[in-house]
Nanobody, 121 residues
Framework: QVQLVESGGDLVRAGGSLRLTCAASGTFLAIYAMAWYRQAPGNEREVVARITSDGTTDYVDSVKGRFTIFRDNAKKTVTLQMNSLQPEDTAVYYC???????????????WGQGTQVTVSS
């Protein structure tokens, strides 16, 4: 059974840094893309950063130059390095894998349970 587990959320002051890590358990036939989303109270969930199987990355404009996403295919992990954090980065951050596994041999979205990031001013 596939599970995604995030870690690294915390309370940090503006200008600080955090590193979020998501580790997947289970056996995948293929992992097409990994991503981090976030959802602040009253807002819709938005994609923050995405990395595809060939290493191509994409970021929402508000985090460009501050956040970096990278993946370790062998360990089935995806990490989000967040620098120069601002109060507007406060949200629950969710890990997402778009992947195929034996029971669902097609591109399916798997989600972690979320980790809270709070940035104080």
């Amino acid at each position: 059974q596939v599970q995604l587990v995030e870690s690294g959320g915390d309370l940090v002051r503006a200008g600080g840094s955090l590193r979020l890590t998501c580790a997947a358990s289970g056996t995948f036939l293929a992992i097409y893309a990994m991503a981090w989303y976030r959802q602040a109270p009253g807002n819709e969930r938005e994609v923050v950063a995405r990395i595809t199987s060939d290493g191509t990355t994409d970021y929402v404009d508000s985090v460009k130059g501050r956040f970096t996403i990278f993946r370790d295919n062998a360990k089935k992990t995806v990490t989000l390095q967040m620098n120069s954090l601002q109060p507007e980065d406060t949200a629950v951050y969710y890990c997402n894998f778009k992947a195929a596994e034996v029971r669902r041999p097609w591109a399916y979205d798997y989600w972690g349970q979320g980790t809270q990031v709070t940035v104080s001013s």
